[in-house]
């Protein structure tokens, strides 16, 4: 099946600083990639969604500001969290959807998550 | 916005029995899929649903993709320890974005 791999899986910071969270399709293309932010013992809520080429999309509540998405290729997404603060730590959780044929079409496969926490 | 109703929230079970968990919705979707997620990791696909009525399997696991379009629901038969985690619906309507039901946490007991 699609592989989505997310980096880093965990990573701790200092509030106030900001935090760059990458999402890639390995082996397919993804022209739209989804950011969610998972709390725990929660269900996945859905933060924005990528396109490649042009400007993120984001959900209602969420900062364009405060969370910086860049889709720069097919295979590539980024989230960056800046001027990172404690209620910012969470689990975030990046997915790609495939078009590129009938197996894929419409599944969204997932990253493996990233773990951030703000001290 | 759509929302999902998945149940039920939690379940309990003894090694080797059958699991069902449903998703309901008041909103018509065109796609149905089926997660599971373990701690600490992303969701995992389990199944996909495109058509109303469609029954398909994977392994042990079944899914529905009900006629109304509105549920849809996912049997696990012989349950066995390592199918602990959380099970995720969600499905895809006319905004094609992904609307999650709040899951399942399934514990089975040896």
């Known amino acids: 099946g699609a592989v989505v791999s997310q980096h880093p899986s965990r990573v701790i910071c200092k509030s106030g600083t900001s935090v760059k969270i990458e999402c890639r399709s390995l082996d397919f293309q993804a022209t739209t990639m989804f950011w969610y932010r998972q709390f725990p013992k929660q269900s996945l809520m859905l933060m924005a969604t990528s396109n490649e080429g042009s400007k993120a999309t984001y959900e209602q509540g969420v900062e364009k500001d405060k969370f910086l998405i860049n889709h720069a290729s097919l295979t590539l997404s980024t989230l960056t969290v800046t001027s990172a603060h404690p209620e910012d730590s969470s689990f975030y959780i990046c997915s790609a959807r495939g078009n590129w044929n009938i197996a894929t079409k419409e599944k969204l496969f997932f990253g493996s998550g990233t773990q951030l926490s703000v001290l | ?110």
């Open chain 2, 1 to 110: 916005g759509q929302q999902l109703n998945q149940s039920p929230q939690s379940m309990f079970i003894q090694e080797g029995e059958d699991v069902s968990m449903n998703c309901t919705s008041s909103s018509i979707f065109n796609t149905w899929l089926w997660y599971k997620q373990e701690p600490g990791e992303g969701p995992v696909l389990l199944i996909a649903l495109y058509k109303a009525g469609e029954l398909t399997s994977n392994g042990r696991l079944t899914a529905q993709f009900g006629i109304t379009r509105k549920d849809s629901f996912l049997n696990i038969s012989a349950s066995i320890p390592s199918d602990v985690g959380i099970y995720f619906c969600a499905g895809v309507g006319g905004s094609e974005k992904l609307v999650f039901g709040k899951g399942t946490k399934l514990t089975v007991n040896p």
